[in-house]
Protein backbone atom coordinates (compact mmCIF):
# COMPACT_ATOMS: atom_id res chain seq x y z
CA UNK A 1 0.00 0.00 0.00
CA UNK A 2 2.87 2.45 0.52
CA UNK A 3 4.72 1.57 -2.51
CA UNK A 4 1.30 2.58 -4.62
CA UNK A 5 0.94 6.00 -2.43
CA UNK A 6 4.06 6.81 -2.96
CA UNK A 7 4.55 6.24 -6.71
CA UNK A 8 0.93 8.07 -7.02
CA UNK A 9 2.21 10.38 -5.29
CA UNK A 10 5.46 10.93 -7.48
CA UNK A 11 3.34 10.52 -10.53
CA UNK A 12 1.51 13.49 -9.49
CA UNK A 13 4.43 15.60 -8.66
CA UNK A 14 6.28 14.70 -11.76
CA UNK A 15 2.70 15.80 -14.08
CA UNK A 16 2.92 18.70 -12.20
CA UNK A 17 6.04 19.99 -12.57
CA UNK A 18 5.85 19.32 -16.11
CA UNK A 19 2.80 20.94 -16.27
CA UNK A 20 3.97 24.49 -14.64
CA UNK A 21 7.50 24.13 -16.70
CA UNK A 22 5.26 24.29 -20.01
CA UNK A 23 2.86 26.57 -18.70
CA UNK A 24 5.83 29.09 -17.63
CA UNK A 25 7.63 28.47 -21.25
CA UNK A 26 6.21 30.44 -23.86
CA UNK A 27 7.32 31.21 -27.19
CA UNK A 28 8.87 35.19 -27.92
CA UNK A 29 6.54 37.90 -28.06
CA UNK A 30 8.50 39.07 -31.23
CA UNK A 31 6.65 40.19 -34.37
CA UNK A 32 9.37 42.73 -35.18
CA UNK A 33 10.67 41.99 -38.96
CA UNK A 34 13.68 42.75 -40.49
CA UNK A 35 14.21 45.83 -42.08
CA UNK A 36 13.29 47.07 -45.21
CA UNK A 37 15.69 46.17 -47.99
CA UNK A 38 17.38 49.28 -49.41
CA UNK A 39 16.13 49.52 -53.11
CA UNK A 40 17.86 53.01 -53.70
CA UNK A 41 21.38 51.90 -52.98
CA UNK A 42 21.91 54.22 -50.95
CA UNK A 43 23.05 51.91 -47.19
CA UNK A 44 19.75 53.06 -44.88
CA UNK A 45 16.36 51.74 -45.25
CA UNK A 46 14.14 52.21 -48.36
CA UNK A 47 12.90 55.72 -48.38
CA UNK A 48 8.84 56.20 -48.78
CA UNK A 49 9.90 59.48 -50.87
CA UNK A 50 11.16 59.27 -54.38
CA UNK A 51 14.35 59.37 -54.97
CA UNK A 52 16.30 62.13 -55.98
CA UNK A 53 18.99 60.76 -58.55
CA UNK A 54 18.46 61.80 -62.22
CA UNK A 55 17.01 59.07 -64.31
CA UNK A 56 19.31 58.89 -67.77
CA UNK A 57 16.58 58.53 -70.58
CA UNK A 58 17.45 56.32 -73.51
CA UNK A 59 18.33 57.27 -76.85
CA UNK A 60 14.67 56.64 -77.68
CA UNK A 61 13.45 58.81 -75.32
CA UNK A 62 10.15 59.01 -77.11
CA UNK A 63 9.36 55.45 -76.52
CA UNK A 64 10.08 55.20 -72.93
CA UNK A 65 8.26 58.13 -72.38
CA UNK A 66 5.06 57.19 -73.98
CA UNK A 67 5.62 53.64 -71.58
CA UNK A 68 6.47 55.55 -68.30
CA UNK A 69 2.91 57.13 -69.30
CA UNK A 70 0.74 54.30 -69.65
CA UNK A 71 1.65 53.15 -66.09
CA UNK A 72 1.35 56.03 -64.48
CA UNK A 73 4.21 55.47 -61.75
CA UNK A 74 6.46 57.61 -61.33
CA UNK A 75 10.76 56.96 -60.85
CA UNK A 76 11.72 56.30 -57.34
CA UNK A 77 11.97 54.09 -54.44
CA UNK A 78 8.93 53.68 -52.85
CA UNK A 79 7.52 52.02 -49.01
CA UNK A 80 4.33 50.61 -48.55
CA UNK A 81 2.67 50.97 -44.94
CA UNK A 82 3.68 47.44 -42.80
CA UNK A 83 0.20 45.11 -43.14
CA UNK A 84 0.30 43.09 -39.87
CA UNK A 85 -1.02 39.70 -39.89
CA UNK A 86 -1.45 37.11 -36.89
CA UNK A 87 2.01 36.10 -37.41
CA UNK A 88 3.52 39.79 -37.69
CA UNK A 89 3.61 42.25 -40.05
CA UNK A 90 5.20 42.30 -43.52
CA UNK A 91 6.27 45.87 -45.35
CA UNK A 92 6.81 45.89 -49.24
CA UNK A 93 9.46 48.35 -50.91
CA UNK A 94 9.43 48.65 -54.58
CA UNK A 95 11.65 50.86 -56.75
CA UNK A 96 10.51 52.53 -60.30
CA UNK A 97 12.34 53.38 -63.40
CA UNK A 98 11.02 54.73 -66.41
CA UNK A 99 7.78 54.02 -65.12
CA UNK A 100 7.75 50.46 -64.69
CA UNK A 101 8.89 48.73 -60.95
CA UNK A 102 12.10 47.11 -61.70
CA UNK A 103 12.82 46.04 -57.72
CA UNK A 104 10.66 44.46 -55.11
CA UNK A 105 11.56 43.76 -51.57
CA UNK A 106 9.44 43.12 -48.04
CA UNK A 107 10.55 42.72 -44.73
CA UNK A 108 8.55 39.94 -43.05
CA UNK A 109 8.53 38.12 -39.78
CA UNK A 110 11.23 35.11 -39.33
CA UNK A 111 10.01 33.39 -35.95
CA UNK A 112 8.85 30.15 -35.52
CA UNK A 113 6.73 28.76 -38.61
CA UNK A 114 7.17 31.85 -40.55
CA UNK A 115 11.12 31.24 -40.63
CA UNK A 116 10.40 28.72 -43.20
CA UNK A 117 6.87 29.50 -44.49
CA UNK A 118 7.70 33.33 -45.39
CA UNK A 119 11.31 33.16 -47.37
CA UNK A 120 10.06 31.45 -50.28
CA UNK A 121 6.13 32.44 -50.36
CA UNK A 122 8.01 36.49 -50.56
CA UNK A 123 10.51 35.26 -53.07
CA UNK A 124 7.66 34.09 -55.57
CA UNK A 125 5.21 36.76 -54.18
CA UNK A 126 8.31 39.27 -55.68
CA UNK A 127 8.53 37.54 -58.75
CA UNK A 128 4.69 37.94 -59.47
CA UNK A 129 5.25 41.93 -58.62
CA UNK A 130 7.77 42.26 -61.09
CA UNK A 131 5.50 40.46 -63.78
CA UNK A 132 2.54 41.92 -63.12
CA UNK A 133 3.88 45.22 -63.19
CA UNK A 134 0.90 45.50 -60.14
CA UNK A 135 -0.60 44.70 -57.24
CA UNK A 136 -2.59 42.26 -58.62
CA UNK A 137 -0.10 38.82 -57.90
CA UNK A 138 -1.49 35.98 -57.39
CA UNK A 139 -1.71 34.63 -53.29
CA UNK A 140 1.29 31.90 -52.55
CA UNK A 141 -0.54 28.39 -51.50
CA UNK A 142 0.50 27.60 -47.84
CA UNK A 143 1.25 31.49 -47.16
CA UNK A 144 -2.07 33.15 -47.65
CA UNK A 145 -1.69 35.65 -44.82
CA UNK A 146 1.89 36.98 -46.04
CA UNK A 147 0.16 36.54 -49.55
CA UNK A 148 -2.81 39.04 -48.57
CA UNK A 149 -0.70 41.21 -45.89
CA UNK A 150 2.40 41.43 -49.48
CA UNK A 151 -0.27 42.70 -51.41
CA UNK A 152 -1.46 45.03 -49.18
CA UNK A 153 1.69 46.61 -48.50
CA UNK A 154 2.42 46.51 -52.04
CA UNK A 155 -0.52 48.61 -53.26
CA UNK A 156 0.27 51.31 -50.48
CA UNK A 157 3.78 51.68 -51.97
CA UNK A 158 1.91 51.72 -55.53
CA UNK A 159 -0.69 54.41 -54.28
CA UNK A 160 2.62 56.38 -53.32
CA UNK A 161 4.40 55.77 -56.67
CA UNK A 162 0.97 57.47 -58.07
CA UNK A 163 -0.36 53.93 -59.33
Known amino acids: MRRSTAAAVGTLTGAALIVGVRLS ?7 AAPPAVDLA ?3 GAADSSPSKKPTKKPADSEESEDEA ?3 GLQDG ?3 GAGAKNP ?3 IQVSIKVTGGKIVAADASYPTT ?3 ATINPPAVAKLKEATLEAQSA ?3 AVSGATFTSESYVKSLQAALDQAGG
Do not use: E, I, L
Not at 25 to 31: M, N
Open 87 to 89: YGT
Open 136 to 138: DVD
Open 69 to 71: GDS
Open 77 to 79: TFR
Open 41 to 43: GKG
Open 25 to 31: VSAPDVT
Open 112 to 114: NDS
